[in-house]
């Protein structure tokens, strides 16, 4: 009895020790996962009852500039390197799944709002401003995200009856996520002190685009970001390869086709399955145009890569929070006949004092920089050498910027040149004919290949006469036609 006993005593605390062991397992991992993150984002939040009242706000406005993106990129790219897809069941509204992969996904995330309704004349933009050879090359995911069935039920009719053809054709499609994948959406964080339902929403909005990026992931070669109350600009789709095109051999994580929230933001399809799982993580944080600024950050792309014009504008007058007045629209937008510059490849360089690190480079390009030299004289110039002769068919260039309007070319010419000289560095060509004069700091031409016969090596913008003013070079625009020996 006695051996017995001891036996069963000595058995009760073996499972005692072991279950310890386990407890230590489970506390030691779920202690290093919280540990890591919070490490990682440190930096991202201060609690505001440790703050004096006078930078609490300053603290809200820089919240988005905290993280250090390289200190952290390392570390990040280790831990979130999701490849694998969230596991979530979708329903099928409209639609069946893509029978190929197709070059550039539209995803669009929609609620019901207590005013107004834009997601038919989003989804009717983006298929009438395309062309029949650019909808091959698209597929449209409408994700509708409001747990009101019977408001899904009567938008699924409407497209289902506006867009029955693109549905047909495999091009469009419906789905909804079930209530019950969702996390917990009430008692949330209420950073930055937002009302309890401005969390709630916005909280969900980032679990919806996780859920919709997650399921667009396979569809297609790259991914574009709308929302569901925008205009799209003519041919979009073409110019957005033109872009892609243009930043081959470059690395980047998020190109930018619009200046306003979540709207024309363009990604690898690759990405999307971490930026999903990147969203859940942090979805009750803060908004999700907050969070894409720290994920591209963290991913080592340092600065924004915006092109100009914008492809996509702000439509909506009523916001589907609250049904609040949301009156923002982009500047930059331009609908009709959108055309992105060739700027076939060049040599830059200027004789003028360039101003810290706004050099020559930034005028020719369709990003959102510019060229800024200090007040030039006569004589002075920005030279483009081509590394190719070429055929021009256009040329736009635009000086100043919307706030700094006399920072503009005051008295100054364009020409072309011809005959290069000189060694690779410093070639320059011989001769030079003028095709006209500045008008309120602008120059625009256009069937240049008909005024100029010889084929251009060279283009270069001289300064006429002294000004006080600094000068910026805001755009350098160059559309090439048939090339020479074509």
């Known amino acids: 009895v006695t051996l017995l006993y001891a036996f069963l005593h000595m058995r009760q605390n073996l499972k005692y020790f072991d279950k310890m062991r386990c407890l230590r397992k489970r506390s030691a991992v779920s202690f290093l996962g919280v540990l890591v993150i919070c490490l990682l984002f440190m930096n991202l939040y201060i609690e505001d009852g440790y703050v004096l009242e006078g930078d609490k706000q300053l603290i809200r406005e820089t919240a988005t500039h905290q ?9 990040f790219k280790d831990l979130s390197n999701f490849s694998g897809s969230i596991n979530i069941s979708y329903r099928y509204l409209a639609g069946t799944p893509l ?15 207590k005013k107004g309704n834009y997601l038919l004349e989003t989804i009717k933009s983006i298929f009438e401003q395309s062309s029949y050879e650019e909808l091959k090359e698209i597929a449209v995911v409408v994700q509708l995200a409001d747990f009101d069935s019977a408001w899904c039920e009567g938008m699924v009719q409407d497209i289902s ?11 469009l ?13 009430d008692g949330l964080k209420r950073n930055y002190n937002d009302p309890e339902d401005r969390v709630k929403f916005r909280s969900k909005q980032n679990v919806d685009y996780a859920f919709l990026l997650n399921f667009c992931a396979n569809l297609s070669e790259y991914y574009v970001m709308l929302e569901d109350d925008v205009r799209c600009s003519k041919n979009f789709l073409t110019a957005v390869k033109k872009v892609i095109t243009s930043r081959e051999g470059s690395y980047w994580v998020t190109l930018e086709f619009s200046k306003l929230g979540y709207i024309g933001k363009l990604y690898h399809s690759h990405d999307l399955p971490r930026l999903a799982h990147f969203l859940l993580m942090f979805y009750q944080e803060m908004p999700c145009d907050w969070l894409l600024i720290h994920f591209r950050g963290l991913l080592a792309q340092k600065e924004v890569i915006r092109f100009k014009p914008s492809l996509f504008q702000h439509m909506g007058y009523y916001s589907s929070y609250k049904g609040a007045e949301n009156k923002l629209k982009d500047d930059d937008f331009e609908e009709e006949s959108f055309d992105i510059p060739d700027n076939p490849p060049a040599n830059l360089h200027t004789n003028m004092n360039v101003f810290e690190n706004y050099e020559a480079s930034k005028a020719y390009s369709s990003i959102d920089e510019y060229f800024w030299g200090k007040a030039p004289s006569t004589g002075d110039f920005y030279g483009i050498v081509f590394e190719k002769p070429i055929k021009i068919s ?5 000086t100043g910027t919307e706030d700094r309007q006399n920072d503009i070319l005051h008295h100054g010419a364009l020409e072309v040149g011809e005959k290069i000289v000189g060694s690779k560095k410093g070639r320059q060509c011989t001769t030079y004919l003028r095709l006209g004069e500045f008008k309120n700091g602008n120059f625009e031409i256009t069937d240049v290949e008909h005024k100029v016969l010889f084929d251009i090596n060279c283009m270069r913008i001289l300064v ?7 000068l910026i070079i805001r755009s350098i625009s160059v559309w090439t036609s048939q090339t020479p020996n074509q």
């Open 67 to 75: 993280l250090n993106p390289e200190r952290y990129v390392h570390t």
């Open 161 to 171: 009856q506006k867009f029955a053809h693109h549905i047909i054709a495999g091009r």
């Open 173 to 185: 499609i419906v789905i909804h996520v079930p209530e019950e994948y969702y996390p917990v959406l």
């Open 464 to 470: 006429t006469k002294s000004q006080k003013e600094w």
């Open 394 to 398: 256009k040329i736009k260039v635009v």
């Open 99 to 113: 029978p190929r992969k197709r070059y550039l996904t539209i995803g669009l995330s929609s609620v019901k709002r």
